[in-house]
């Protein structure tokens, strides 16, 4: 499985942006890329995912350069609400042949949104 | 996005007795289910892969015995902590995917579980 390395930490302010670096220097060609936010005491929800180039949804993007070695979350306008721990994941590829995508976290960037 | 739940939410059990925690996906179905086991300010700790129909596959050092998994249907797998001691109070979540090349895996609530 692709290791994956973050900042432990951030600190931003209310309608900055922030991005997110994760190193993935080992990723598998068939491996997806995807960021997940976890508050405290909840399960981790999917914000979103990528294979290459640049992805957008109504959340955030993904870049992601050709080398795919890396991958950088940007979130457009943080609010407090936004103050979370954000994991990068790397797949190993097994959702392909159906089944199951089985994901190892790291210790995820803790990003923390003040006034 | 996709919906999994967990059931119960939150349990305190005396020590020595054993705990079922349910995963259900509500709107798709979920040939594997993860099952992970967070302590506090860590991260999440992947403890099994869940196989409906086939035997639970358990990371190293996870204890097969002591934490049963059974995946009888394409939208339940549910994990039995037996014999639960105080060291087995964490976070439980789990996690399931919808398989045929979609790569992203959908996450339950979580399952606090206090041992006393």
């Known amino acids: 499985l692709a290791k994956t390395t973050q900042p432990i930490s951030m600190d931003s302010y209310e309608g900055q942006e922030v991005n997110i670096t994760c190193s993935h220097n080992?990723?598998?060609?068939?491996?997806?890329i995807t960021w997940y936010q976890q508050f405290p005491s909840q399960g981790p929800r999917f914000i979103i995912q990528?294979?290459?180039t640049k992805v957008t949804n109504e959340v955030a993007s993904l870049f992601i350069p050709a080398d795919r070695k890396s991958s950088t979350l940007s979130l457009p306008r943080v609010s407090l609400s936004d103050t979370a721990v954000y994991y990068c994941?790397?797949?190993?590829?097994?959702?392909?042949?159906?089944?199951?995508?089985?994901?190892?976290f790291g210790t995820g960037t803790q990003l923390k949104v003040e006034l | 996005g996709a919906v999994v739940s967990q059931h119960p939410s939150r349990v305190i059990c005396k020590s020595g007795t054993s705990v079922k925690i349910e995963c259900r996906s509500l709107?798709?179905?979920?040939?594997?289910m993860f099952w992970y086991r967070q302590f506090p300010k860590k991260s999440l700790m992947l403890m099994a892969t869940?196989?409906?129909?086939?035997?639970?596959?358990?990371e190293q050092g996870v204890e097969k015995d002591k934490f049963l998994i059974n995946h009888a249907s394409l939208t339940l797998s549910t994990l039995t902590v037996t014999s639960a001691h105080p060291e087995d109070s964490s976070f439980y979540i789990c996690?399931?995917?919808?398989?045929?090349?979609?790569?992203?895996?959908?996450f339950g609530p979580g399952t606090r579980l206090l041992v006393l």
């Open positions: 709107d798709f179905q979920a040939t594997t």
């Open positions: 994941l790397v797949g190993d590829g097994g959702g392909l042949t159906g089944g199951g995508n089985k994901l190892t």
């Open positions: 869940s196989n409906e129909g086939s035997k639970a596959t358990y």
């Open positions: 990528g294979y290459k």
């Open positions: 996690s399931a995917g919808q398989g045929q090349g979609k790569e992203t895996q959908y």
């Open positions: 080992n990723i598998a060609t068939n491996d997806y």
